[in-house]
């Protein structure tokens, strides 16, 4: 599977931010406003969205996702998929 999703209770930055550097992600915080739009593009390496605030939907393998504050999506690397926000979202990201 090239999409992982995990429900989780954790919606604390800085928990959130050392469990990824301890799984060795590198990590930054990002926030989109209401109706920010991604179509399909693909990263080089693993990555994984891990929301704080509001909720984004992501479509990847045929499935739209819906995360809410302390879900967490792991998609592989090359992995075409798109992001929408109608609420606005601040996510913690990783990449490895």
Known sequence: MRVKVERT???DEATIKRILEERGY???TWEDP???????????????????KGEVTIGA???EITLKEGDMIEL?????????T??????VCGSK
């Not at 592989?76 to 929408?84: F, G, N």
């Not at 109608?86 to 996510?91: L, S, T």
């Open 86 to 91: 109608e609420k606005g979202v601040r996510y």
């Open 26 to 28: 590198r990590v930054y």
């Open 9 to 11: 209770d954790i919606k």
């Open 76 to 84: 592989e690397p090359e992995t075409p998929h798109w992001a929408r």
């Open 34 to 52: 209401p109706g920010t739009y991604y179509p399909v593009h693909t990263h080089p390496d693993r990555e994984v969205r891990w929301v704080v």
């Open 61 to 63: 393998e045929g499935k």
